[in-house]
Structure formats: structure tokens, C-alpha cells
């Protein structure tokens, strides 16, 4: 437990997609059942699951990795760690790693299956860009991606779409070829019905995912500002990061767009994307709702 606000919508939200996410990877389990050959299918849960573990155990590690990140030390960078201590006392949550991704893309993200084993990275594009009351409300909002544990929900959960990508590329490749219950039945070929199973969990766990995205930034920016008592620093921050963003090359933009789900703010030009295909809610969502949460403690108690 921590000071962090709770949410229970939130919580409602991650407990139905982890259902729904579990329920569709056994889905897909029985449907291969039905036309693969049988050895197939259990050799396809245990890759599923040894993949859902893997991203549970490591999450930190791998996506420290994949955005070139290091883990400093106090004596590396002394501001940014004192200011995690002062917001994790005020917490009172464990202090996760600190992290620092040599990029100029300003930009943050939390990662970690639990608030003992978590990780919070920022950029050097966010640490000359931003004030240090600006990167408090920034690291604030991490800290309790990691309080609600919501960033390990997004983690596992992105397992079903993986296996289910790995299923389509096996299935267009001819790896299922040597042929299953259906084809004595004068069926669909068995690589076209692995192929839009494949798809078609691949498509609903995407978009499970990022509804439960979209709702979990909006979560963390109200316990954010809450904690810190300081919703205009955050909504500044949140308007320099990504007006800067805007101005980074496409190219630098694309080799960090795995990471999309987990930053801050989405590493994209401009503000294009519609929100059914969004990680996250629009700036405008997230200002209006910053400035209510300023105006409410702005309000004298009765």
C-alpha cells in the first residue's frame, strides 16, 4: 500500500482485461486443438506461458533495454534521485531503480512487476527541458504506474498479442503445412484457420490493451497531482513534452514507438492518432482534467 490515491475503476479495468486476455489465450488454446495436430497445442500454451512469466520476471530489465536505458547511481545524478526519495517518502512506497536513456525525445515511463522490483526511467531530452517542480509532477505520475501496479498489467497482458503474432508469421510461413484435423475434412487449410484465430486474438487483445491504456495515463496524472498538490506543474510538463515531441525527426520517433504504452506522453508527430487507436488520452483530456483537480484544491475546506 501506499499514499497514492487508489482507483477503483482502474482496478475494475485491469481485473477485466487480465479475465478477458486469459480467456481468449485459452480460447485460442482449444480452438488450435480443433485443427492442429495434437502435440501442437500444448507446445503452444507452455511457449505462451513461458513468455507471460519471462515478461513478468524481467519487465524491468527488458525495457530498460529496449529504450538503451542505464540504471545510475546518487552519486551519477544526484537531483533526480533526490527528488524520487523525497516523492517515495511522501509515498511511502519503496524507492524503485532510477534510470537514464541518452535521447533527445523527452519522455518518461515506469516498468516493474512489483513496487520492490520497478524501475523508473527518464530521458535526457526531459531533464533539460523541463524545471525540476515540472519533472517532480512527471516522476510523481510514474511512481504510481507503479503504486497501482497497472504497469505490470499492461506487461503480461501484451503476452496473448505476441503469441498470437508469432501464430499469424508461423502460419503465413507454412509452419503449420504438415497438416491437422481439418484437412481430411475437406476444411479450410489448417495455416488460414491458425492465421485468423491468430488475428483475431492478436486484434482483440490490442484493443483491450489500449483502453485499459488510455484510462491508466488518466489515473496516474490525477494520483500524480494529488500527491504532489502541484496540477499545473504537471499539466506544464505535459504541454512542453509534447509540443517538443512534435519537433523530434520521424525517424528518432519510430525506434522508440514500441515503447509507446508505457511513456508519458506517445512518441508520435503531432497528435494525429484517433482515439480508438490511441495509447493514450488526447492532451486536451488530460489538461481539463488537471485543471479541475487545480480547482478543487484550490477550494477552502468547509
Not at 495436430?37 to 515478461?55: E, F, H, K, N
Not at 513478468?56 to 533495454?65: F, I, P, V
Not at 526531459?126 to 519533472?135: N, S, W
Not at 523530434?248 to 503531432?270: K, T, V, W, Y
Amino acid at each position: 500500500m501506499s499514499r497514492f490515491q487508489g482507483d477503483a475503476g482502474l482496478t475494475i479495468r485491469m481485473t477485466t482485461v487480465m479475465f478477458l486476455l486469459g480467456a481468449l489465450f485459452v480460447g485460442l488454446i482449444v480452438a488450435l486443438m480443433f485443427v492442429m495436430p495434437a502435440q501442437w497445442a500444448p507446445i503452444i500454451g507452455i511457449v505462451g506461458l513461458g513468455i507471460a512469466w519471462w515478461q513478468w520476471y524481467a519487465s524491468d530489465t527488458l525495457a530498460m533495454r529496449a529504450m538503451g536505458a542505464r540504471e545510475v547511481s546518487a552519486q551519477e545524478a544526484p537531483e533526480l534521485h533526490a527528488m524520487i526519495d523525497r516523492l517515495c517518502a511522501l509515498a511511502d512506497m519503496p524507492k524503485p531503480r532510477v534510470g537514464i536513456a541518452h535521447t533527445d525525445m523527452p519522455n518518461a515511463f515506469a516498468t516493474g512487476r512489483s513496487p520492490k522490483r520497478s524501475a523508473v526511467v527518464v530521458t535526457t531530452g526531459i531533464m533539460q527541458r523541463l524545471t525540476a517542480e515540472e519533472l517532480e509532477g512527471v516522476l510523481a505520475h510514474e511512481l504510481s504506474h507503479v503504486a497501482h501496479r497497472d504497469v505490470l498489467v499492461m506487461t503480461v497482458a501484451s503476452s496473448a498479442g505476441i503469441v498470437a503474432g508469432m501464430l499469424s508469421r508461423g502460419s503465413q510461413y507454412g509452419a503449420y503445412a504438415g497438416g491437422g484435423r481439418r484437412d481430411n475434412n475437406n476444411g479450410l487449410p489448417v495455416w488460414l484457420v491458425v492465421l485468423l484465430v491468430s488475428l483475431a486474438v492478436y486484434a482483440v487483445s490490442w484493443l483491450l490493451l489500449r483502453m485499459l491504456s488510455r484510462y491508466r495515463e488518466l489515473a496516474a496524472d490525477r494520483a500524480g497531482a494529488q500527491l504532489t498538490m502541484k496540477p499545473g506543474a504537471l499539466a506544464s510538463a505535459l504541454q512542453k513534452i509534447t509540443g517538443e515531441i512534435s519537433a523530434i525527426p520521424s525517424r528518432d520517433l519510430r525506434s522508440s514507438q514500441a515503447m509507446n504504452a508505457f511513456f508519458i506522453a506517445p512518441a508520435i508527430s503531432g497528435q494525429s492518432l484517433r482515439t480508438l487507436t490511441s495509447t493514450h488520452p488526447s492532451l486536451e483530456q488530460r489538461l481539463e482534467q488537471l485543471a479541475r483537480i487545480e480547482a478543487e484544491l484550490g477550494r477552502p475546506t468547509q
